[in-house]
């Protein structure tokens, strides 16, 4: 099993560094696949060992090569959140069809954080056909029936858009979109819930950081990490915090 284990965590790291391409690139309208991975300031072509996740950026010590300008921390942000994350999943989900929604979920998360903590963007060009594809394995897999699935989806893009109404663009048309595909993997329980966490998580760290002094007032922080955080708790141990809140209560 141990084997298994490590094997996802190597494909997580590889995905996450493909997820930081894909994002860089959707979001500066370019093509996923040309040109190949070159250094954003000297333009010099990426050799396969300036590409190995995270552990390039620790011996490089975060500078380019060929040009020794800084790099990103957000490269091995991105390749640690997603290897985290769907090795998380992967141990949680366990090996069965569901599985396969879970991952679709997951990578959708990780690609809007990515895309979000660069450029409060979450991107349609992602997210609308996660939603279909999401939709599409809910007609095969699932232990309810389709149309709850459907119903998530529903009260996820309408509660988003209540916000978005109320906040007037505190909330962006991306965010709407996120939580229809959000809505359709969890069903509408669980979509509610991840909501609740997303702000309560939001809240919590943006006071922390406001505090601290490393955001401003009035300066807008990117939701996406906290709806990613929110809808894989709810996710992943949904029924577990509704019964502890439940004991609490009483
Ligand atoms: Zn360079």
Redesign the pocket.
């Known amino acids: 099993m141990i084997f298994i284990d490590i094997y996802v965590i190597l494909i997580g790291l590889l995905l996450g560094s493909f997820f930081n391409v894909v994002a860089i690139r959707l979001l500066n309208k370019k093509s996923i696949a040309f040109p190949p991975s070159h250094?954003p300031?000297?333009k010099?072509k990426l050799s396969v060992l300036d590409l190995v996740p995270v552990f390039s950026y620790v011996f490089l010590k975060g500078k380019?090569r060929?040009?020794q300008?800084k790099i990103s921390p957000l490269y091995p942000f991105g390749e640690l959140l997603t290897a985290t994350s769907i090795f998380i999943v992967y141990k949680f989900v366990g090996l069965q069809l569901e599985l396969i929604p879970a991952l679709l979920l997951t990578v959708l998360l990780v690609i809007s954080v990515l895309t979000d903590i660069r450029k409060q963007l979450i991107l349609d060009v992602v997210t609308l056909p996660m939603l279909g594809v999401l939709i599409i394995s809910h007609l095969f897999i699932g232990t309810e029936p389709f149309w709850y699935y459907l119903l998530g989806g529903v009260v996820g893009f309408a509660l988003l858009l209540l916000i978005a109404i109320v906040s007037r663009g505190g909330m962006g048309g991306g965010d709407v979109k996120l939580y229809a595909a959000i809505g359709v993997a969890l069903g509408p329980w669980m979509t509610v819930m991840s909501l609740v966490l997303a702000s309560f998580v939001g809240t919590v760290i943006g006071v922390l950081l406001l505090a601290l002094g490393i955001v401003k007032r009035k300066q807008p922080i990117a939701f996406g990490p906290f709806i990613f955080i929110g809808t894989l708790l709810a996710y992943l141990f949904g029924q577990d915090i509704w019964n502890w809140y439940i004991n609490f209560l009483w």
Request: net charge neutral; proline share 0%; charged share 0%.
């Open positions: 250094c300031h000297c010099h380019c060929y040009c300008t």
